[in-house]
């Protein structure tokens, strides 16, 4: 599968070290997922965006972009491919307006429910639908459901984090229904990042993912005049349903990388949310038959500093 990183920062921060100098950096997982890479990031309020065909270990503009580039979001997808041709219109992220998103996992049986996603998809989303992977038709199904309840086509309009939260359950519900009505024995994988720059969504569904929000050592806290500052706060809790969170990054990523962040591992099906204030929130899975098709099974996670995952799809 793809491999993903994210960041949403409050200060504008360089990637250099979690794309290329970490122990496991994107970098050095890019050895093993060859079929294109792409970053997108923004400058203000503007989205930019690279893609490219190209394996990332083996194309010197990944390591020139990693250090070079400052931001405050950040979004980087090394791509596997599994639907879709490797062709740069079909690397992430993908872009429309203000958004940015990248998927890691597959639909199994796409073709099978193909035409009812693109006929969720609105008509202003379906004329720029360039591509032929699952990941996009996924991107403009999540796009639509929001826009369905009062977010602006380009994700400029702030609508309440509830709302948007409401449409992408929706949608991530009713393709999971789609492919079990479609007899397909396997579970969709639907892991993914979407950012409008001001607000971060991160879902699990189906394959790791993990979050940080703090460093395990601050390097100023022997220094700091501000006591009470949220990154001196110590080890936070594990992430629970309608527990809120504050931060001044997060960072998201399909594994660990490096040891100098708290790592904490995304219960299967769940929804991470960060808004403009920097408030971190997790939302369960859409659905009840989310946890009970396919039959899941609780699997530990030995990972230092990681809280074990709930549960985890046979394969």
Known sequence: MCRLFGFRSSVESRAHRSLIAAENA????????SDGWGIGYFIDKDPYLFRTSKGAAQDDSFRRFSEGLRSNTLLVHIRKATVGSID???????????????????????????DKIYNAILPVYQRVLFGNTDSEAIFYYLLSEMVRRGCSTDGTCAISMADMVAGQQKAIDQIFQWVKDAGEPDAPKINYILTNGKR?????A???????TQKKQCPDVDTCVEPNKICLMGVLPQFKEGRNRKCNHLLVSSEP???????EE?????????????????????????ITWPECVT???PRQNVVPALTKWRV
């Open 206 to 212: 189906g394959l790791e993912l993990f979050v940080a």
């Open 26 to 33: 994107m970098a050095s997982q890019a050895s093993y997922h």
């Open 88 to 114: 740069p219109i079909n690397s992430h992220p993908f872009r429309y307006g203000s958004w940015l998103f990248a998927h890691n996992g597959t639909i199994f049986g796409f073709e099978k429910i193909k």
């Open 200 to 204: 971060l969504f991160a879902r699990r």
């Open 257 to 263: 990388i490096g040891g100098d962040d708290i790592w």
């Open 299 to 301: 699997v530990p996670t």
């Open 266 to 290: 995304v219960p299967e099906g769940a929804l991470i949310t960060l808004d403009e204030g920097f408030v971190c929130s997790l939302y369960g899975p859409p659905s009840p038959f989310w």
